[in-house]
């Protein structure tokens, strides 16, 4: 994959905003994610998207599928801007939500396809392409 340092400014900004809770369109989209990525039902993946570490109800799975929707028009838009692909721009950002936007307590997902949970304040093993 060729990455640009543009690519990778807009891509850390763009995760900084996704994981921060920008995109869900109202308060209470954002509290039943956040109630979910607590409780460990959701989390961040590996490929920028937010996935399913254990079976959602059906209003957790609504929330996630439209908040997906959104990340991948944002994805798409930043690649258009930076003549990149979506894909290119969704590992960049999960590298930079996986690095900075994951607390202690709530669950990833990496190209093992392994989920796990973070714990204390040492940081994720981010994939290679990350480096």
């Known amino acids: 994959m060729h990455v640009t340092k543009k690519m990778v400014a807009g891509a850390v900004a763009l995760g900084l905003a996704l994981a921060g809770g920008v995109v869900p369109a109202s308060a209470q989209n954002a509290s039943v994610i956040e109630q979910a ?6 989390g961040e993946t590996w490929e ?3 996935g399913f570490a254990q ?3 059906d209003q957790v ?5 439209a908040l997906n929707i959104k990340r991948r ?13 979506v ?19 709530q669950s990833y ?3 093992d396809k392994l989920w796990r949970v973070r714990e204390g304040a040492s940081p994720i ?5 990350c480096n």
């Open 125 to 129: 093993a981010r994939p290679d392409y």
């Open 87 to 105: 894909q290119e721009v969704a590992l960049k950002t999960a590298c930079q939500i996986l690095a900075a936007k994951v607390p202690v307590g």
């Open 73 to 85: 028009a944002a994805y798409t838009q930043l690649a258009s801007q930076r003549g990149a692909t």
């Open 55 to 57: 079976t959602p109800s």
């Open 48 to 50: 920028g998207y937010i």
């Open 109 to 111: 997902l990496l190209p």
């Open 61 to 65: 799975r609504a929330e996630v599928e």
């Open 37 to 42: 990525k607590t409780s460990g039902i959701i």
